[in-house]
DNA sequence: ATGGGGCTTCCCATCATGGGAAGGTCAAGG
DNA sequence: CCTTGACCTTCCCATGATGGGAAGCCCCAT
């Protein structure tokens, strides 16, 4: 199996393939006497477990530690249980932190009468956010 | 005014003053014989109003437009309006993603014991997600 | 006049991904 | 058998926004 076809098997690009390889997140597979790369089941099952964690908003070196995590047959459950929640937990603050600059900018546009005069309290609130006026 | 007056006075440090000078988004300010740049009222309410559109989630290249309109005192604040609401999309789209990764990530944990054992569906969801059982 | 802190420029690193050049390889068809 | 086109290889560069740090100059207070 070649890159290509194992880039279309996984839906990782060639490109990060060869990437993931040269940071050492997956195993160089073999080569052809040529040096191609020849790719095999197992191979593809672990990148596809790459783009699922990736999917899943993990990093590469989150996804490295899961990936070690999936190798030790002798983990225990609550040690993948508790990285997951961590990564819940980012998540969420992250969404909080986009739901705040939303609700913020919906207020903001609300009170914007989109016509076409200039008058912007969209631009007013970027130029001043704490409404002092300057007189 | 020094650079780093400038930078507690607008809240953006020094290195981005320079970097935003540098890529053109705020006017080179004067300089004393010296060398030194020396900022002015402007150049900070400049600096505020790009701080602000950055913690509302706008790029920098987004941010140059809202600068623009911002000068031009004769836009319509419709122009601003329709950005402002193409940004919240983008934000709403980028908060549902999160949202599902999360929606996901929450259904496996709460699946997963969590105890000494290995079994975890986490991991088994990562390695295979469709569920397709490798027999 | 000296020391310490601030300023200057320049280069490098991050994180994950893609683009592209230069050159080697493979398979199909003339 | 040779050509052609699609694939592969490595290597370098770019992104976006930010920080770190080095080398060297400057300014002010002691």
Redesign the interface.
Known sequence: MNIGEAATASGVSAKMIRYYESIGLIQPPSRTESGYRVYAGEDI?SL??VK??R???FSIEETRE?LA??RD??????D???F??K??GE??T??AE??G??R???H??HN?????????P??E?????AGVKCH
């Open positions: 099952h596809r477990f699922r964690a999917a899943l908003g899961l995590l999936w047959k002798s983990r225990a459950s609550a993948v249980k508790a997951a929640l990564h819940i998540l969420e992250k969404i986009l739901q600059m939303a913020t900018l919906r903001l546009a914007c009468h989109g016509d076409d005069r200039p008058d912007c969209i631009l609130d970027l130029a001043d956010p």
